[in-house]
């Protein structure tokens, strides 16, 4: 009870507008309408909140590039915002990226190999072929190891399970991820594209080598397709339950900057780079968000 009124109060509580020299970072998946068939609450968000989103946002700040926001020589007396995407949906090309050239705004996606070649990734053949899915679970695991109606079971799972999942059919018509000719033609619009592993597993649950390949392979396959030498990472699913030591070691290998999704607003001091992660906020939500984020109360 306490928790939800305090979070109504910093839901219209404006600390923006009192406080300046701030930096967020959003991460945003896929947009698209409810009624698409590969739409899902899990990662979607619907067009008409996505466009309610980016008149928000222009209001409170000054929405920049990655590299912007993280060099040096930004003004103290305003708020600073940048805008990313994760997997590489079609739906960026298609939808997302029309409405952010048309109000000026640079934005980065964060791309997987087996997405941009196969159009899948396993952790959406989960989502979208649910009945497939808990017979391939069932085949691999204990009924008694893993809650199949958890909606984040898949964060459970090991590196040796995913070629299961990207052996099942696609269950769509269309593509959901863009091709390498579709992210090249974006590259032309400016739009950064970097790494987000090879199959985008969890990355804290692989071993050694499966983990260095996760990394090394996509970020060559980044290079050799699209003539970047990415040092961006954004680590897969992003919270702290799913890097570690070993996993940050072994990306700063060869990137310079790595990303979660803990929502936290960007410090100095960060070693790693937080982001907020949105879907079907309403303004109201991320007002709470970025006051939650000033006042460092992301437990809330």
Not at 20 to 30: A, M, N, Q, S
Not at 115 to 125: G, P, R, Y
Not at 155 to 162: E, T, Y
């Amino acid at each position: 009870m306490i928790k939800a009124i305090i979070k109504s109060f910093f839901s219209y509580l404006p600390l923006m507008a009192l406080s300046k020299g701030h930096r967020f970072v959003l991460c945003y998946h896929d947009i698209s309408e409810p009624s698409s068939e590969h739409h899902s609450p899990l990662y979607s968000t619907p067009i008409d909140t996505f466009k309610s989103h980016i008149s928000f946002l222009k209001k409170h700040f000054e929405i920049i590039s990655l590299n912007e926001i993280l060099g040096p020589g930004l003004d103290y007396k305003k708020n600073y915002l940048s805008i990313t995407f994760d997997d590489g949906f079609k739906s960026v090309h298609d939808i997302a990226w029309p409405i952010l050239k048309a109000n000026k705004i640079p934005t980065t996606i964060f791309v997987n190999k087996s997405a941009i070649e196969q159009d899948q990734l396993w952790v959406s053949n989960i989502v979208s072929n649910e009945k497939d899915s808990i017979k391939k679970i069932n085949a691999l695991l204990s009924p008694e190891s893993i809650n199949i109606e958890d909606t984040n079971y898949f964060l459970k799972l090991l590196d040796n399970f995913k070629e299961a999942f990207l052996g099942l059919p696609s269950a769509f018509k269309e593509r959901i991820y863009m091709n390498s000719s579709e992210i090249k033609s974006l590259q032309k619009e400016k739009v950064t594209i970097e790494n987000h592993s090879l199959n985008h597993c969890v990355l804290s649950q692989i071993n050694q080598d499966s983990l260095q390949k996760e990394i090394d392979d996509n970020h060559q396959y980044i290079k050799h397709t699209f003539n970047i030498s990415s040092k961006h990472f954004a680590i897969p699913f992003g919270k702290k339950e799913h890097y570690n030591e070993t996993v940050l070691k072994s990306i700063y290998k060869e990137h310079k900057h790595v990303y979660t999704t803990n929502p936290n607003k960007l410090d100095s001091s960060d070693q790693l780079i937080p982001r907020i992660v949105l879907t079907n906020e309403s303004l109201k939500d991320l007002q709470f968000y970025f006051n939650r984020a000033l006042l460092k109360r992301t437990h809330l």
